[in-house]
């Protein structure tokens, strides 16, 4: 199958957000054009990101900033997948989140028993003390702190589950990269010897997650991204279909060394929109 019968065959476009639509607070060239074509080709399209660090309703207001316009329900982040993993498997457990506002916000309003330490005179946790939640959750926590970190190592050596929302390393941002939520997970696994279980882009949760919420069927969804580890990795590791764009984190030298092959590889979504026009 040709890459551009990969656009045709689909039905619906799981698109990443940083690096893919837009880099900071500019939108990439064309993106707005590639959802027009994706309407006017009656698909569907769906916002996924493995950024946890800010709400869906702060993304949907950065979004309209940009003059995309959408719903809560055209919009799914790591944390939403999280938060349904939790309540599917973890039903009332306390949970410590290392985590920003929105997303702590999002847990609550969602039911999430949210676990606040008892802190001594120095601010951390007693290493000796029975009172620990049954799970710490990672998130992108842009608000990390040393005692936040030492907390949730305390926690994990005690026997906590260790959770995290995605496994990025790092954040792309207008002129380099910050550390992502795995890059924070990294240091945990160094400290403690565990390893978190992670349920964002790649992982099965998520497409599971976005099957149930859509109804289409697996083989007729795409993940456009520009990370290969993640976004791409998520439709060819799961029965989906991973489209690689250019515009972000990965370059073309790196499929070449990458275990994970795009089924497609375009410098921006700019391009699929203009071949989708050309189907019609």
Excluded: W
């Excluded at 916002?47 to 799914?76: D, G, V």
């Excluded at 026997?159 to 910050?178: E, Q, R, S």
């Amino acid at each position: 199958m040709s890459q551009d019968n990969i656009l045709k065959k689909t039905e619906l476009f799981v698109l990443d957000m940083d690096g893919t639509f837009y880099l900071d607070e500019d939108i990439i060239d064309g993106a707005l054009d590639f959802l027009d074509a994706v309407k006017r080709c009656s698909k569907d399209y769906l916002f996924f990101t493995n950024n946890s660090s800010t709400s869906p309703e702060l993304y949907i207001e950065k979004l309209a900033r940009m003059n995309c316009h959408i719903s809560r329900e055209q919009i799914m982040t790591s944390g939403d997948v999280m938060i349904r993993f939790l309540k599917a498997n973890y039903p009332e457990k306390k949970v410590y989140l290392l985590g920003t506002k929105p997303l702590e916000k999002n847990f609550e309003e969602a039911g999430i028993n949210l676990f606040s330490p008892k802190k001594e005179a120095t601010g951390y946790v007693n290493a000796d003390t029975d009172d620990i939640p049954d799970i710490v959750v990672v998130g992108f926590d842009k608000t990390l702190t040393y005692e936040k970190l030492t907390n949730a190592c305390t926690y994990i050596r005690k026997g906590a589950v260790f959770l995290a929302t995605h496994l990025d390393i790092n954040c792309p941002v207008k002129g380099g990269f910050i550390p992502d939520c795995g890059a924070i997970c990294a240091a945990i696994t160094l400290s403690t010897g565990k390893e978190p279980k992670y349920v964002g882009k790649p992982f099965k949760e998520t497409v599971d997650m976005i099957i149930d919420k859509t109804g289409v069927d697996r083989d007729k969804i795409t993940f456009v991204g520009d990370r290969l580890y993640t976004d791409v990795a998520t439709g060819v590791k799961n029965g989906a279909n991973g489209i690689l764009v250019l515009s972000g984190e990965a370059t073309e030298r790196d499929i070449a060394k990458s275990e994970v092959k795009p089924d497609a590889v375009y410098p921006s979504i700019k391009e699929m929109g203009v071949i989708l026009d050309s189907f019609k």
